[in-house]
């Protein structure tokens, strides 16, 4: 990613976490978000959260039990990740790096979780294979994504034909309930939920 797009998410640092679901600050925002993504994680799952943002979600699943890394191209958000972690008392790593191609183990961690990112990368497919690449034998791939009012995103049928490219199975979950987002939405936002063989 470009020198522009870190800058550019350093200054949406200090803002972030007004949207609803960004911060996760209402309750009841938050237990959607856990509600949502709880049931579909392993026990005790090591979770890789790529473009972590200011860590929301990894600090949620870390609350569950999960151990997380969360990667952000942004040191502002990686700063206010590792506060936020802090501020809960759960150990979750955070580190700044590309979400394109994180430089991480082949088969370090048990679940890829990425929100709001595929759609922004220059080329899905390939970052989507090395994401693959990240999980162990049977790991499970959460991809929250959306075709925005403005017209950009990806349609629920791109992504999961995207995904189709490297894993041999993806399940399209339409997320239309407000209470995920704070407020009714008038966009279309899923999540994308990838098994690996083992998982089915």
Not at 49 to 58: A, I, R
Not at 86 to 108: K, N
Not at 146 to 172: F, I, K, N, Q, Y
């Amino acid at each position: 990613m470009t020198d522009d797009a870190r800058e550019y998410w350093d200054r949406q640092a200090d803002a972030f976490d007004d949207e609803p679901d960004h911060g996760l600050r209402d309750e009841h925002v938050r237990r959607a978000w856990a509600d949502l993504l709880l049931p579909l994680l392993p026990r005790a799952a090591d979770v890789v959260d790529l473009g972590c943002g200011t860590g929301s979600l990894s600090v949620l699943l870390a609350q569950a039990g999960h151990r997380v890394r969360g990667l952000d191209l942004s040191d502002r958000m990686v700063a206010a990740a590792r506060a936020k972690a802090a501020a809960a008392g759960v150990d979750a790593g955070f580190t700044r790096g590309d979400a394109a191609s994180p430089r991480l183990g082949t088969g370090s961690c048990d679940v890829v979780l990425a929100r709001h990112v595929l759609w922004a990368l220059p080329d899905p497919a390939a970052a989507l294979a090395r994401w693959v690449e990240l999980l162990r034998p049977g790991g499970l791939l959460l991809l929250v994504e959306g075709r925005w009012s403005t017209g950009v995103g990806l349609r629920p049928a791109d992504c999961r034909d995207l995904v189709l490219t490297v894993r041999e199975h993806a399940e399209v979950r339409p997320l239309p309930d407000p209470a995920l987002w704070g407020r009714p939405i008038d966009d279309e936002r899923y999540l994308v939920v990838s098994r690996g063989r083992d998982d089915r």
